[in-house]
Every structure is written in C-alpha cells, then in structure tokens.
C-alpha cells in the first residue's frame, strides 16, 4: 500500500481531473497537486451543474415543486421524493392511508436497489471491470421497467403526491417484483462470485483510503461510507418513519473503513432491500391510496419542519420553513453527497491517483445531488 | 511461505471463476432490443408530453378553466381562446406546449377536472430545432380527426 | 540477380505482412466489439455489413477523414512520429516470423532475439507520444509504461531462455520443427514429446502474463486507464495518428500470441500430428487472442503497486526458479 | 439519555432563564379550514422572532427535538458541547427574515446512536452586517456548508479558512437566496 511520502513542493504538478472526466460521473472537477502518482494535496470544485433547487422551491407552490426533487439524484430518485412529501404532509398534518406508505417503502426499496445496482457497476466500472456493469444494468433495467409501468417514468418520477400516491399498483407489478426478488438474489451470487472473490478487485480495494468513524463523524457523513466505517447508522432504523418499523430487516455495518467495505455495505444493502420488499408484498394492506379528503391547496401552518430520509446515497434531511402561504418560505435540501464528498479532499491526501479516483467512486457520487 | 503461494493460487482460481462466469454469459441469449430497427411497446401509463384528448366528435374537451396554465410549474403552456357569436362559452383557439421546458411532471393532467388533456405516447422526439418542441396540441388534434 | 530477386522477395514479403498485420489489427477490432458484446449480452456492431464486418474499413475512413491535430507545446516531430513507431515494431516482427515451414518472409537464425529487439521498441513509440503531447496524462501514462515494460521484459527474456535451453536453438523455425507431430509434443506439455520440459506450463503461464503486460492489455492496461488517465499516452491523438496506435496495440497483441504459438504450442503443427500447415497456426493464434479478449472483458484493472509488485515480487523470482529447474532438469535428463 | 444530556448542558449557556418556557405546541391544524382561518394564517406569516433561550420541540410535528437560540457569540460554545456528545452535522442553512431585517443561521445535528436526538441551533444576525464565527475548526464538515451559506445569503464567517462560493461562480457576488434577489 502507498506509504505516506516525504513531499517536495517544487516537484509536485497540478492536475485537473474534471469537470470532464470519466471518472467524475457528471460534472465536478478535483483539482490536485500531485507528487508523481501520488496526491499531494486535493480541492474539490462543485457547481457546474447547480440549479437552484431551493430558490427554485420559494417561488413554486408545494404541489409543482414535486418534480424537483427527483432531478436531485436520478438513480435513487424516489427516496428524495419520499423526503419531501413526508415533511409536507407532517408540517400540514396529512394522514397518509397505510397501503399509500406501504406501496412507497416497496417501491422506494426497489429504486434503491436499482441506485445501489447502478452505483457498484460504474463503481466496478472505474476500476476497469466493464462487463459487471452490464450485468447489473440488466437487473436494473427489470426494475426500471417495472416503475415505468406503475408511475410512468423510468427515472425522474413524480409519482408520490400529499396524502398518497399518483396511482395504484396492479396485480402485474406485484407478479413482477414477487419475480424480480430470487433473480436478484441469483445475481448477486453472480456478482460476488465475479467481482467480490475476483483477486485483482481485493487487492486494489482491500486497505484502499481509510476512513475512520470520527472523520465520518466530523464530515457528517452517513449512509454506505458512514457504514463502512463501523457507524451503525442508518435513518431506517435509528429514526424510523414512514412504516419502516414494522419491517424486519438489519443494517449492514464493516468497521474497515476501506473501499471493499463500502462496496459490500452496498451489496448486503441491496439483499436487505430486497427483504423488505418481500415483507412489504406479503403484509400489503388494501385501501385507499390517497386520503379521502386530500387537501386540494397545500398551506402548512407557520413554522419550521424537519425529514430525514435515508436514500441510497445516505441521510437526507429536508428542511422546511413554512411561513403559512402556499410557497416555501424556506427550502433546504441536505444532499448526502455533498457531505460524503466533502471529505475526499482530506483523505485522498498520501494516495496515489488510481486509489484516489478508486476511492472517489466508493464514495457512490451523482453530481446533480451534490450540485442540486 | 505457504501463503504466498495460496495467495497465488487462491488469486489465480478466483480469476478462472471470474472467467467461467463470463463464457457463460457470451452464450446466453442477447438482452438488448435493437432500437430503430426493433422497438418496445410503452406501458400504458407511460408519460410522454400531452395531448388534447377528443371527444366522442373528436372535438376538444377544454373549456379554457386555466387551471394547467397555472399548475404548470414551468409556465410552458399556453392557452388561447376567443368567444364566437352567438356562442355562450369560449372556444379553445391555440394550446400550446412548450416541450423545451416541460418536465413530464403531469400536474396539468391532475389539475384538469375536464379530462381534456392526458399523457401521450411519443417517445420518439428528436429534432436539431428548437421550434420543433412548440407542439401545437390543437393542430394535432385536428390532424389526428382527419 | 540473386541480390535483386531477394529485395523482390523482401518487398513482396513486406507489403504482404503489412496487409496482414492492418487487416488483423482491424478486425480484430471488430472481433474485440462483438466479443465484448456477447459478453455483456448484446450484439456488438452488427448494422454495416453481414455481422457487422464493414465496420472497420468505416471506422478507418472516418479516422482518415479527420483532421490530424497537434496540440499547441507539443513536440511536432516526436508527436508525428510516435504513431508510426506503434506500428513499426509489431511489421518489423513479423519479417522473421514463421507463418508455417515454408512461409516465412526472412528466417534468420536468431529470429527470436531479432523478434524481442523490436518489441522492446513498442514502449518508446508510447513514451514518445506521452512526452511530445505536452499533456500532463500522456506524460503520466508514458512514464508508467516505460516502468510495466522495464519490469515484464525480465520475466518474459527468462522464461523465454527455459525455452531456448530446451530448444537449444533461437532459430523459429527450429524451435517449432522441435515440436512437430502431436499435441504432446508441444512445448507446452510436460513429460512426453521432449521429456524434459516438467516447468513448461508454468513457463507458459508467465510468458503470457507478460506478453499481456507487454502488450498494454487488460488487465494491465494501466498507461490507458480511461477512467484515471482518460486515455492515456493517445490522449491528445485524434484521426489516424488514434487509429495507428490503436491498431498498434492489435498489431503487438498478434505478434505476442504469434509467439506464445511457436514457442509453446507447437506452430504449425496440428494437435493429431496430421496435415501441420498455416491454418493451425493462425487457429491458435486467434484461440490466443479470443483468450485475451475474453479475459479483458471479464476482469477489472491492476494498479500500478500490485502490477510492478506481481513483476518484480512474484513473476520475475518464480521465472527464475523455474530457469533454475529447467536447467537441472535438462542436466539430470 | 442522550437528549436531557444536551438539554441540561443546552439551558446552562442561558444562565438568567434557569426556568425553560413551557413548550406549547399548537396542533396542526385541520386542512380544511375556513376562509377566515386561512386569512388569518396568512396574516400571522412571519413567525415572531424568538428571544434565545432552549425549547424541547414536539418530534412528530417538527421533526426534530431541541431547538436552541443562541447569540452569535455563544454559537461555538453551544456547537462544542454537540461536539463532546458525539453528534454529527448534517447541514448548515440560512433563513432570510426581511421583514425583521434580520438572517437566520439554522445548524442541524443529528446523532448516530439509536435514540432519535436532532438538536436545532439557530443564530440571528442583522442583515446588514450579517457575521457569525466559523464552526469549521469543530466540523471539519462546516466548512462546505459555510461556504454554501456564505454564497447564498451572505453571511460572513469569521475565520474561515476559504470562504469563497463554491456551488455559484468563483466571482458571484450575489446572493440568491435573499428574499430581495432579483435574477
């Protein structure tokens, strides 16, 4: 492994990695000062494809603002969307009929999959491991097209609305996802069989950027990197909302704190999505799906509401300021990302450039989240 | 000693077991659909831009409420009536989309109590100009009668 | 006469392993796409032509059609001249190498030393490339080649002596002539046909691993690691000069499994010790290269550490003991 | 545990308000309410500007369960004892309040331990002069979340090591999210 260097400041260079760069995923750039391959020091440049969401959510009424939040991160987007209809329907004090809840755990846990899916291929994908990727994209693809049929897009969803749901989930879905359940846990045999075991997937993972439980602490990380790094934390269950607490499921937790860890939080997340999926077919509830006197315009008395979430990419809290009209007085979104990232600068230092970028992809980044 | 050759032949089987795995997916039928030649059939709540929905004479059913120019949270419609002699309503003379700005979030579809206007169907939207994303939702109505 | 009627030879010869080497650099393109394609379960390019076989000549008249761009600070002369030396080394290889016993464009008879002189040259036409782009990747990546082929060029030469010793001969020729009749008189296979060669698989194992390191293949394909170094010492290339280095790499995969073929799996001999000729050398040739494809599109990459730490801490003192044995082996027997 | 912790060492920055207010938490209130009701809602729009001091909120209303107000110069005691509990920060956020002519600094903290503790620190300062003290050599993390604050409502932290925008351009000099920012 990379011993740390003694760093002669006139031998070192700067390297722009980004804003175009394979390994970026989207947008963002690192500029770093390098000491051969190994990184002397590292800044990270965020903003090239920030929109504005919040600004964009004081001028919009709470209904049209829905669409946002699935532009936040597209792999995972209903999480997002989760996040914030829980906080508007908490700060209005909307009773959301219980198949609604249960119909959003099942497909929001599906669409986690299929980020955390998305997030080891291009993550397996940097490493130079191309095929993986495909493998995984067809899974993906199985559950895209099974949210495609029920909400009518295949990313950037709209499908939760105050008190419910867009519309209801047939019988054909729930065939679907009652398949999808042992083909996915088929090929994740498969996949630990390629990529886990593979000898040259452990030796560049194994020990790859230490990230120790206070720094995740100090950084505010949370989800798969916080996991990885012996922090049992996980907003399911350590403050549970929606239905969640009366699924049965674990949260994975590896206290090594390195890339291979970060990596298998997110494959023993994906088999325990996939439980609670099982569990959310079998205790499915029928009912309404939208409350029967839904408010037609949302006005949340006055005053300040908080959400957290946990979305694939870790805990994401929505922070809403109400000043008892029908716009946001005030929108925050805490994007996961943006403090997971924010961290690389600091431990990427003493690495060398390939177990940077390798790290940079554990951390299971989107840009337009972080951006927002 | 010995684990330095177990490391080498642990590493070594775990490469053949990697390599077993993708011969046998190069023999596995192709997953993909071949997309301008082969197509796949939208499912039925599939949300492509919007369209005016006819009624049984095949014609409009909006009766120019405004209420998904003001859900619209992008502002990319736009609406335009006028009132004919010795009609009592107005008539729609210009629904415009404007398919630049449109998110496919489907709050206008929600805000009409009327049922004049639902998701279509086209995916297949592609052009070099600008002007081409200005659907005008009337016209194809029309088009769609004739 | 005499004199004139070799250089006719020589020309004829050159021209056609120019052909051959262009041809199979470009469809083994082609072969690589739809290989990687199956892999990952779809087609691969199969519009232009049956099975997508005008792909190549396509891809290479759009290369032609671009303009050749050099990047401002750049080194004119080494920047032009790093893509022609990509492919220099891999034509100059095949004039000694044996397609069958007669087919042979000129036998020397140390045909293999001549075959490794110019392979070595393989690294500087990247190193040139890297330096003259004036691109801190490029310079990135050329320095990281120089130092994979520093260190895969020992344990490839040793192994290759095993070879020699057994062999007794760096005539080509010989070596496969050695090997004749059945597939257990390969070079490859222990005890029977040349009794004395227990280490040979093992031998072939290394040389293979080399001539994939050597070669800039998966997964040592470090000096062109898109997703770090974008792509690497051609970063700055577009047009043709691209689409030299590009069929360079196809060109140096053709001549290292060309001889992993005659050094160790008996050229042109047939496995049943029937009809030896070209054909069966070319069908274990591109077994070879199928071989590495496949093992390209299954694995993810090295780092640079494990790379040089497999070559220096795990290739080069094995192929060392394995000279050792080979030697004593050849003294006891 | 973790909660009465925080709310003991919380109250003891507020020495001369030994006795926390009662909290009283009005209800939601039904969605449906009548035209007079909603008129007066929207009449009450800006919230009035609360005195610091600590007041334990309801978690099921708003989400989070201390909610403390502190003066500028008490925000790095106040942030050092969320630090000594092992709390963590998930965002740093401002509120405009122009009617008061005032910003509002929001810093959330969450634990990760099993009993739910969101502790809120809000911080007023006047809009024309907005400063704060950085927390970024508590929170290594704060330093982003500053910068974001910085570039969007203008408020100046002291210390910081590099406050420059960092989602909007490096030479933005505006601040979006005032409620005055005209684009």
Same mark, same amino acid.
């Given at each position: 492994?990379?011993?740390?260097?003694?760093?002669?400041?006139?031998?070192?260079?700067?390297?722009?990695?980004?804003?175009?760069?394979?390994?970026?995923?989207?947008?963002?750039?690192?500029?770093?000062?390098?000491?051969?391959?190994?990184?002397?020091?590292?800044?990270?440049?965020?903003?090239?494809?920030?929109?504005?969401?919040?600004?964009?959510?004081?001028?919009?009424?709470?209904?049209?603002?829905?669409?946002?939040?699935?532009?936040?991160?597209?792999?995972?987007?209903?999480?997002?969307?989760?996040?914030?209809?829980?906080?508007?329907?908490?700060?209005?004090?909307?009773?959301?009929?219980?198949?609604?809840?249960?119909?959003?755990?099942?497909?929001?846990?599906?669409?986690?999959?299929?980020?955390?899916?998305?997030?080891?291929?291009?993550?397996?994908?940097?490493?130079?491991?191309?095929?993986?990727?495909?493998?995984?994209?067809?899974?993906?693809?199985?559950?895209?097209?099974?949210?495609?049929?029920?909400?009518?897009?295949?990313?950037?969803?709209?499908?939760?609305?105050?008190?419910?749901?867009?519309?209801?989930?047939?019988?054909?879905?729930?065939?679907?996802?009652?398949?999808?359940?042992?083909?996915?846990?088929?090929?994740?045999?498969?996949?630990?069989?390629?990529?886990?075991?593979?000898?040259?997937?452990?030796?560049?993972?194994?020990?790859?950027?230490?990230?120790?439980?206070?720094?995740?602490?100090?950084?505010?990380?949370?989800?798969?990197?916080?996991?990885?790094?012996?922090?049992?934390?996980? +907003?399911?269950?350590?403050?549970?909302?929606?239905?969640?607490?009366?699924?049965?499921?674990? +949260?994975?937790?590896?206290?090594?704190?390195?890339?291979?860890?970060?990596?298998?939080?997110?494959?023993?997340?994906?088999?325990?999505?996939?439980?609670?999926?099982?569990?959310?077919?079998?205790?499915?509830?029928?009912?309404?799906?939208?409350?029967?006197?839904?408010?037609?315009?949302?006005?949340?008395?006055?005053?300040?509401?908080?959400?957290?979430?946990?979305?694939?990419?870790?805990?994401?809290?929505?922070?809403?300021?109400?000043?008892?009209?029908?716009?946001?007085?005030?929108?925050?979104?805490?994007?996961?990302?943006?403090?997971?990232?924010?961290?690389?600068?600091?431990?990427?230092?003493?690495?060398?450039?390939?177990?940077?970028?390798?790290?940079?992809?554990?951390?299971?980044?989107?840009?337009?989240?972080?951006?927002? | 000693?010995?684990?330095?050759?177990?490391?080498?032949?642990?590493?070594?089987?775990?490469?053949?077991?990697?390599?077993?795995?993708?011969?046998?997916?190069?023999?596995?039928?192709?997953?993909?659909?071949?997309?301008?030649?082969?197509?796949?059939?939208?499912?039925?709540?599939?949300?492509?831009?919007?369209?005016?929905?006819?009624?049984?004479?095949?014609?409009?059913?909006?009766?120019?409420?405004?209420?998904?120019?003001?859900?619209?949270?992008?502002?990319?419609?736009?609406?335009?009536?006028?009132?004919?002699?010795?009609?009592?309503?107005?008539?729609?003379?210009? =629904?415009?989309?404007?398919?630049?700005?449109?998110?496919?979030?489907?709050?206008?579809?929600?805000?009409?109590?009327?049922?004049?206007?639902?998701?279509?169907?086209?995916?297949?939207?592609?052009?070099?100009?600008?002007?081409?994303? =200005?659907?005008?939702?009337?016209?194809?109505?029309?088009?769609?009668?004739? | 006469?005499?004199?004139?009627?070799?250089?006719?030879?020589?020309?004829?010869?050159?021209?056609?392993?120019?052909?051959?080497?262009?041809?199979?650099?470009?469809?083994?393109?082609?072969?690589?796409?739809?290989?990687?394609?199956?892999?990952?379960?779809?087609?691969?390019?199969? #519009?232009?032509?049956?099975?997508?076989?005008?792909?190549?000549?396509?891809?290479?008249?759009?290369?032609?059609?671009?303009?050749?761009?050099?990047?401002?600070?750049?080194?004119?002369?080494?920047?032009?001249?790093?893509?022609?030396?990509?492919?220099?080394?891999?034509?100059?290889?095949?004039?000694? #190498?044996?397609?069958?016993?007669?087919?042979?464009?000129?036998?020397?008879?140390?045909?293999?030393?001549?075959?490794?002189?110019?392979?070595?040259?393989?690294?500087?036409?990247?190193?040139?490339?890297?330096?003259?782009?004036?691109?801190?990747?490029?310079?990135?990546?050329?320095?990281?080649?120089?130092?994979?082929?520093?260190?895969?060029?020992?344990?490839?030469?040793?192994?290759?002596?095993?070879?020699?010793?057994?062999?007794?001969?760096?005539?080509?020729?010989?070596?496969?002539?050695?090997?004749?009749?059945?597939?257990?008189?390969?070079?490859?296979?222990?005890?029977?046909?040349?009794?004395?060669?227990?280490?040979?698989?093992?031998?072939?194992?290394?040389?293979?691993?080399?001539?994939?390191? /050597?070669?800039?293949?998966?997964?040592?394909?470090?000096? /062109?690691?898109?997703?770090?170094?974008?792509?690497?010492?051609? #970063? /700055?290339?577009?047009?043709?000069?691209?689409?030299?280095?590009?069929?360079?790499?196809?060109?140096?995969?053709?001549?290292?499994?060309?001889?992993?073929?005659?050094?160790?799996?008996?050229?042109?001999?047939?496995?049943?010790?029937?009809?030896?000729?070209?054909?069966?050398?070319?069908?274990?040739?591109?077994?070879?290269?199928?071989?590495?494809?496949?093992?390209?599109?299954?694995?993810?990459?090295?780092?640079?550490?494990?790379?040089?730490?497999?070559?220096?801490?795990?290739? #080069?003192?094995?192929?060392?003991?394995?000279?050792?044995?080979?030697?004593?082996?050849?003294?006891?027997? | 545990?973790?909660?009465?912790?925080?709310?003991?060492?919380?109250?003891?920055?507020?020495?001369?308000?030994?006795?926390?207010?009662?909290?009283?938490?009005?209800?939601?209130?039904?969605?449906?309410?009548?035209?007079?009701?909603?008129?007066?809602?929207?009449?009450?729009?800006?919230?009035?500007?609360?005195?610091?001091?600590?007041?334990?909120?309801?978690?099921?209303?708003?989400?989070?369960?201390?909610?403390?107000?502190?003066?500028?110069?008490?925000? *790095?005691?106040?942030?050092?004892?969320?630090?000594?509990?092992?709390?963590?920060?998930?965002?740093?956020?401002?509120?405009?309040?122009?009617?008061?002519?005032?910003?509002?600094?929001?810093?959330?903290?969450?634990?990760?331990?099993?009993?739910?503790?969101?502790?809120?620190?809000?911080?007023?300062?006047?809009?024309?002069?907005?400063? *704060?003290?950085?927390?970024?050599?508590?929170?290594?993390?704060?330093?982003?979340?500053?910068?974001?604050?910085?570039?969007?409502?203008?408020?100046?932290?002291?210390?910081?090591?590099? *406050?420059?925008?960092?989602?909007?351009?490096?030479?933005?000099?505006?601040?979006?999210?005032?409620?005055?920012?005209?684009?």
């Amino acid at each position: 492994m990379s011993e740390p260097i003694h760093l002669l400041p006139d031998e070192t260079f700067v390297l722009n990695v980004g804003p175009q760069h394979p390994a970026t995923h989207g947008v963002l750039r690192i500029k770093m000062r390098m000491h051969g391959e190994y990184v002397a020091e590292a800044e990270t440049v965020l903003g090239y494809i920030h929109r504005m969401h919040e600004k964009m959510g004081e001028l919009k009424t709470y209904p049209q603002f829905l669409m946002n939040l699935s532009r936040m991160d597209y792999l995972g987007a209903l999480a997002y969307c989760h996040g914030h209809v829980l906080v508007v329907e908490k700060a209005s004090g909307i009773q959301v009929p219980e198949r609604a809840e249960y119909i959003r755990v099942i497909t929001v846990e599906l669409n986690r999959i299929a980020s955390h899916l998305f997030g080891v291929g291009s993550f397996v994908m940097d490493l130079g491991g191309f095929s993986p990727l495909m493998y995984m994209l067809q899974d993906r693809e199985y559950i895209l097209d099974m949210l495609e049929a029920v909400t009518g897009a295949r990313l950037t969803y709209c499908y939760y609305r105050f008190g419910g749901l867009y519309n209801d989930i047939d019988d054909t879905f729930i065939a679907r996802a009652r398949a999808f359940i042992p083909r996915c846990r088929e090929s994740l045999k498969k996949y630990h069989r390629l990529i886990t075991e593979n000898i040259i997937f452990r030796k560049r993972l194994e020990g790859n950027v230490y990230l120790s439980s206070e720094m995740c602490r100090k950084y505010g990380a949370t989800g798969g990197v916080a996991r990885a790094s012996g922090i049992n934390f996980d +907003v399911r269950k350590n403050e549970p909302y929606s239905v969640y607490p009366e699924f049965n499921f674990e +949260v994975p937790v590896f206290t090594e704190g390195d890339s291979m860890a970060r990596y298998k939080v997110k494959m023993a997340e994906i088999e325990q999505s996939l439980r609670i999926i099982e569990q959310g077919l079998d205790k499915l509830p029928d009912g309404p799906i939208m409350p029967e006197k839904a408010p037609k315009i949302i006005k949340p008395p006055a005053g300040d509401y908080y959400q957290a979430v946990e979305t694939s990419k870790g805990s994401f809290g929505i922070r809403l300021v109400s000043d008892g009209s029908k716009n946001p007085y005030r929108l925050k979104l805490r994007s996961p990302s943006y403090s997971n990232v924010s961290l690389f600068d600091e431990a990427c230092v003493g690495s060398m450039i390939m177990d940077a970028m390798a790290f940079f992809g554990s951390l299971d980044l989107v840009v337009p989240e972080i951006d927002r | 000693m010995i684990g330095y050759f177990q490391e080498i032949f642990t590493g070594l089987w775990s490469l053949f077991v990697g390599m077993s795995i993708s011969f046998k997916e190069f023999f596995s039928p192709v997953v993909t659909v071949e997309y301008p030649y082969e197509t796949v059939t939208m499912a039925p709540r599939f949300r492509g831009h919007i369209d005016l929905v006819p009624d049984e004479n095949g014609a409009t059913k909006c009766v120019l409420c405004m209420a998904c120019e003001r859900a619209c949270p992008s502002g990319c419609i736009t609406i335009e009536g006028e009132k004919k002699e010795g009609e009592k309503k107005k008539t729609l003379t210009l =629904y415009q989309l404007d398919f630049t700005r449109c998110s496919l979030c489907g709050c206008c579809v929600e805000a009409c109590n009327f049922e004049a206007i639902d998701f279509s169907k086209e995916y297949n939207l592609a052009s070099t100009r600008k002007e081409d994303f =200005y659907f005008d939702l009337l016209k194809r109505l029309q088009e769609k009668r004739q | 006469m005499n004199f004139s009627l070799t250089l006719f030879n020589v020309v004829v010869a050159v021209i056609i392993i120019v052909a051959f080497v262009a041809m199979n650099a470009a469809y083994l393109v082609w072969a690589e796409r739809r290989g990687a394609g199956r892999i990952q379960r779809r087609p691969g390019p199969n #519009i232009n032509g049956p099975f997508g076989l005008f792909q190549p000549p396509l891809d290479g008249l759009k290369l032609m059609a671009k303009q050749l761009l050099v990047p401002g600070g750049a080194d004119k002369v080494l920047f032009a001249a790093a893509p022609v030396l990509a492919m220099f080394p891999a034509i100059t290889s095949f004039v000694t #190498i044996p397609f069958s016993d007669t087919l042979v464009a000129h036998n020397i008879n140390v045909g293999l030393l001549c075959v490794f002189a110019f392979a070595a040259l393989g690294s500087m036409s990247i190193l040139f490339a890297g330096w003259s782009s004036h691109n801190k990747y490029a310079m990135m990546a050329a320095v990281r080649a120089i130092s994979q082929s520093v260190a895969y060029e020992i344990p490839m030469l040793i192994t290759v002596i095993t070879v020699v010793m057994i062999s007794g001969s760096l005539d080509l020729r010989e070596i496969v002539r050695q090997q004749s009749g059945n597939i257990f008189h390969w070079n490859i296979f222990p005890l029977l046909g040349n009794s004395h060669n227990l280490l040979m698989p093992f031998s072939f194992l290394i040389f293979f691993i080399c001539s994939l390191a /050597e070669t800039n293949r998966a997964p040592f394909d470090l000096s /062109e690691e898109e997703s770090v170094l974008v792509a690497g010492y051609h #970063i /700055e290339y577009g047009s043709m000069g691209f689409g030299l280095f590009f069929m360079g790499e196809y060109a140096n995969i053709v001549v290292g499994t060309s001889l992993a073929t005659l050094l160790f799996l008996g050229g042109w001999a047939c496995p049943f010790g029937l009809f030896p000729g070209v054909w069966w050398f070319l069908i274990k040739v591109y077994a070879l290269i199928a071989t590495i494809i496949w093992i390209r599109w299954t694995f993810p990459r090295s780092t640079i550490y494990s790379l040089l730490n497999l070559s220096w801490k795990i290739l #080069i003192p094995l192929s060392l003991v394995n000279l050792l044995l080979t030697a004593g082996l050849l003294k006891v027997f | 545990m973790i909660r009465t912790n925080v709310l003991s060492a919380m109250r003891a920055l507020f020495p001369e308000a030994p006795e926390a207010p009662p909290v009283v938490e009005a209800p939601p209130p039904v969605p449906e309410q009548d035209a007079a009701a909603a008129k007066k809602a929207e009449k009450s729009a800006k919230p009035a500007p609360r005195v610091n001091g600590v007041v334990e909120r309801d978690y099921a209303v708003h989400g989070y369960h201390i909610d403390t107000q502190v003066a500028p110069e008490q925000l *790095l005691e106040a942030v050092n004892i969320l630090d000594q509990q092992q709390f963590f920060l998930e965002t740093i956020t401002g509120v405009d309040w122009i009617a008061d002519q005032q910003l509002e600094a929001i810093y959330d903290f969450s634990h990760f331990g099993f009993e739910p503790c969101r502790v809120v620190i809000r911080t007023r300062v006047p809009r024309d002069n907005p400063q *704060l003290p950085t927390i970024s050599g508590i929170y290594a993390g704060a330093n982003w979340h500053e910068r974001e604050t910085h570039e969007f409502f203008g408020i100046v932290f002291e210390g910081h090591p590099y *406050l420059v925008p960092l989602l909007l351009p490096e030479d933005a000099d505006f601040h979006p999210l005032l409620k005055d920012f005209k684009a």
